[in-house]
């Protein structure tokens, strides 16, 4: 079956960096994306990513490996308003998306 | 504002009603979703419409129907739902390529009593 997996929460401190992880099993690959998604709000994309490496995208950055079926989203100079849910999602070779179940970031002051 | 717009936001409903659910985008898409979001479960693709044509069932209850008239509307029609079926509806629109992000609207929050 097809996979995605992340963690279920995390908390960071205001100003301080954080890595959301995303690991996939999926049946082929055809990119991998990350959203934002405020409670009670629309998922908002963030990134997405089809050749390895690192995007980079002003404060936040996504990071792809296929071959590790790995990919994190980096959040640096945390704000409040990132609080939030960061949702990993992978297109398979059928062009349809998988995806996980999201990462509720906390951030404390 | 992500060019998506549905209505209601919130709706509840006893299990032998029939409400409807409605999705507009403004944003010249071809391609619309509705999935079904659960509190600490993956995004749940319930029908996909490319062109005003259904592409995709997933295997959604009848209870469940969709309406596609345009491009740019889609409607959820909904009738003796069950207590299970409370969560929050999104909809969603996509470009032609599929490696184009989708953009969805805030849902509808939907509680069944």
């Known amino acids: 079956g097809q996979n995605i997996d992340q963690p279920t929460e995390m908390t960071a401190t205001e100003g301080a960096i954080v890595q959301i992880n995303c690991t996939y099993q999926?049946?082929?690959?055809?990119?991998l994306f990350w959203y934002q998604q405020h409670a009670g709000e629309a998922p908002t994309f963030l990134s997405y990513n089809v050749l390895d490496g690192l995007e980079e995208k002003g404060r936040f950055s996504s990071f792809l490996s296929r071959s590790k079926g790995y990919s994190y989203l980096l959040l640096k100079e945390l704000q409040m308003k990132d609080s939030a849910s960061y949702l990993c999602a992978v297109l398979d070779s059928n062009y349809q998306l998988i995806w996980g179940a999201g990462t509720k970031l906390i951030i404390k002051p | 504002e992500t060019g998506v717009t549905q209505t209601p936001r919130h709706l509840v409903m006893g299990m032998t009603n029939k409400k409807s659910l409605k999705c507009e985008q403004h944003l010249g898409h071809n391609a619309m979703y509705w999935y079904k979001q659960s509190a600490k479960k993956p995004l749940e693709l319930m029908f996909v419409y490319n062109f005003k044509e259904q592409t995709e069932n997933n295997s959604v209850p009848s209870r469940f129907s969709p309406e596609c008239p345009n491009s740019s509307h889609l409607f959820l029609h909904l009738h003796t739902l069950q207590p299970e079926d409370s969560a929050l509806y999104l909809c969603?629109?996509?470009?032609?390529?599929?490696?184009?992000?989708?953009?969805f609207g805030d849902g509808t929050r939907l509680s069944i009593l």
């Open positions: 969603a629109s996509r470009d032609r390529e599929e490696s184009q992000p989708q953009h």
């Open positions: 999926t049946s082929g690959f055809n990119g």
